[in-house]
């Protein structure tokens, strides 16, 4: 599990660090796809539009699971946050 910042989320640098994670357990015969890669995203309260925005390059990477914050601010709309994730993973592939 990594924590992140949203406004600094550095996708190259996660996917060396998942590639440090994943390299030696395949080479120890654990299979990739069996892994869970968690990212959770600080600062995301209200940010649903970038983060649905940024959910294709996690994947991509080979992040499996992201946490982020719905709540953070008094005038959060979270079904709306959920809505527009929601909306950007309607296409996304599932485990």
């Known amino acids: 599990m990594a924590v ?19 390299d030696p357990a395949v080479a120890t015969g654990r299979d990739a796809d069996a892994l869970r890669i968690v990212v959770i995203l600080a600062g995301s309260a209200n940010e649903a539009a970038v983060v649905a925005g940024r959910v294709d390059a996690l994947q991509q990477v080979g992040v499996t699971d992201v946490g982020v914050d719905a709540f953070g601010a008094e005038d959060s ?9 929601r909306a950007a993973l309607s296409g996304a592939p599932t485990r």
Not at 4 to 22: F, K, M, N, P
């Open 4 to 22: 992140e910042h949203l406004s600094s989320l550095d996708v190259d640098g996660l996917a060396a660090s998942i590639a440090t994670i994943r």
């Open 77 to 85: 709309d979270v079904a709306g946050y959920v809505e527009t994730l």
